[in-house]
T-cell receptor
Framework: KAGVTQTPRYLIKTRGQQVTLSCSPISGHRSVSWYQQTPGQGLQFLFEYFSETQRNKGNFPGRFSGRQFSNSRSEMNVSTLELGDSALYLC????????????FGQGTRLTVV | TQLLEQSPQFLSIQEGENLTVYCNSSSVFSSLQWYRQEPGEGPVLLVTVVTGGEVKKLKRLTFQFGDARKDSSLHITAAQPGDTGLYLCADQTGANNLFFGTGTRLTVIP
């Protein structure tokens, strides 16, 4: 079956702009989480959604937001982009919140200039 | 705040050599997972360990969980170029919610 699909794969934005990233989980998976990966901070948890509800949120400013649709697809939005937001954004899906295995997509590489 | 330190940060070895990487937590793990991430890809789960003292083997990879559930090691026997990647330990603090370590970047030279 198809894996986790993230679009776009690469994105270049200018400081101050906003961006929306998309994640389609594995069919049947209802839990979607987002992570930010940078060389300096490593892989950090942003937020998790299950059945269209945000269940957990990491320690990121309010400029980072997300949502999940009824078909389990998820989007994350970053407003007022800063240079430090340049990162690989990864989405992970699992069949349920307490499932022990999360499957990651290939990520969206965001560059802010 | 939990700290997850991995060592070494970088490791470059010749094909056929053995190696061990470490993961140490400032607090007890809820559930420890090891991942490998290859360039251009997302992390892929290798193993989950829950019980202190647990040892799991996956072909040439041996995972050990400390008795106190605050540390873990990953040993690779006869490393191959396909083992190259970023090795990450993570604490599954709950749900689809992972707290990752700093990572060990392994390069296996043919």
């Amino acid at each position: 079956k198809a894996g986790v699909t993230q679009t776009p794969r690469y994105l270049i934005k200018t400081r101050g702009q906003q961006v929306t990233l998309s994640c389609s989980p594995i069919s049947g998976h209802r839990s979607v989480s987002w992570y930010q990966q940078t060389p300096g901070q490593g892989l950090q948890f942003l937020f998790e959604y299950f059945s269209e509800t945000q269940r957990n949120k990491g320690n990121f400013p309010g400029r980072f937001s997300g949502r999940q649709f009824s078909n389990s697809r998820s989007e994350m939005n970053v407003s007022t982009l800063e240079l430090g937001d340049s990162a690989l954004y990864l989405c992970a899906s699992s069949s349920q919140p307490m499932n022990t295995e999360a499957f990651f997509g290939q990520g969206t590489r965001l560059t802010v200039v | 705040t939990q700290l997850l330190e991995q060592s070494p940060q970088f490791l470059s070895i010749q094909e056929g050599e053995n190696l061990t990487v470490y993961c140490n937590s400032s607090s007890v793990f809820s559930s420890l997972q090891w991942y490998r991430q290859e360039p251009g890809e997302g992390p892929v789960l290798l193993v989950t360990v829950v019980t202190g003292g647990e040892v799991k083997k996956l072909k040439r990879l041996t995972f050990q969980f400390g008795d106190a559930r605050k540390d873990s090691s990953l040993h690779i026997t006869a490393a191959q170029p396909g083992d190259t990647g970023l090795y990450l330990c993570a604490d599954q603090t709950g749900a689809n919610n992972l707290f990752f370590g700093t990572g060990t970047r392994l390069t296996v030279i043919p």
